[in-house]
C-alpha cells in the first residue's frame, strides 16, 4: 500500500462534510453556517471536522480549490500547443467541462447563486486563461492576443455561468456546438499570424 492512498474513511467522511455545507449554504447561507451546524449535518463530531479543516473558510478554500484544478485538467490540452487544436478537439474539451461542472453543479451552482465567492466568475476566467496561454507559447504577451481571449473567456465563462443557474432550460449538446463554431473560429483568426 502506497503512502499516496488515502483511507476510505477519510474520503467517506470529507465527502460528507461537504455535502453537509453545500445542503446548509442552500438553506442558511454561507456566514450564518458554523462548524457545528456542519458537523451535526454531516453526522460527525466536530473535532473529526477540525481533524480534516482547520476551519470553515480554509474548508472553503479548499473545496474552491479542488474544483478549480478538475477543471483545470479538463481544460489541459492533449496537443503540445494551441495551434495544432481542431474543431473536434475545441468541441470534445468544452464537452469534458461541461460533463465536469454537471458532476459538480451543486457545488458550481451554490458558489454562483449564494454569492460565497463574489468573484467566481474572476476564478473562471483566469483558469481558463492559465491553461490558453500554456499552449500559445511566446505569443501570451501580444496585445491583439490578450484581448482577444480575454473576450472569449468572458463569453465563455458567462454562458457557462448561465448555465449552472438555468440548467433545466438548456440543452448541453447545442452549447457546445454554438460555442465551438463561436469560439474555434474565432481562436483560429486571433492565432493565425503568431
Not at 455535502?19 to 458554523?34: D, M, P, S
Not at 503540445?80 to 451543486?106: R, V
Request: net charge negative; with cysteine; proline share 2%.
Amino acid at each position: 500500500m502506497g503512502k499516496d492512498k488515502v483511507d476510505l474513511r477519510i474520503l467517506k467522511t470529507r465527502k460528507a462534510i461537504k455535502e453537509a455545507f453545500l445542503r446548509l449554504v442552500q438553506t442558511k447561507g454561507y456566514e450564518r453556517i458554523t462548524v457545528q451546524d456542519i458537523a451535526k449535518e454531516a453526522m460527525i463530531n466536530r473535532n473529526t471536522f477540525y481533524l480534516h479543516y482547520v476551519d470553515k473558510p480554509q474548508f472553503m478554500e479548499r473545496l474552491f480549490q479542488e474544483n478549480v484544478e478538475s477543471l483545470n485538467a479538463c481544460l489541459s490540452l492533449e496537443v503540445s500547443s494551441i495551434h495544432e487544436m481542431d474543431k473536434d478537439m475545441f468541441a470534445t474539451m468544452l464537452k469534458t467541462i461541461f460533463d465536469d461542472i454537471e458532476a459538480n453543479m451543486i457545488f458550481f451552482k451554490t458558489m454562483i447563486t449564494q454569492n460565497i465567492y463574489p468573484n467566481f466568475s474572476v476564478y473562471l476566467k483566469e483558469a481558463f486563461k492559465t491553461i490558453i496561454f500554456s499552449g500559445i507559447g511566446d505569443h501570451r504577451h501580444d496585445e491583439k492576443i490578450k484581448i482577444g481571449i480575454e473576450y472569449m473567456i468572458s463569453g465563455l465563462v458567462g454562458v457557462i455561468c448561465l448555465w449552472i443557474v438555468e440548467p433545466e432550460n438548456y440543452r448541453v449538446d447545442n452549447f457546445i456546438e454554438q460555442l465551438s463554431e463561436i469560439h474555434y473560429s474565432n481562436m483560429v483568426d486571433l492565432l493565425k499570424d503568431t
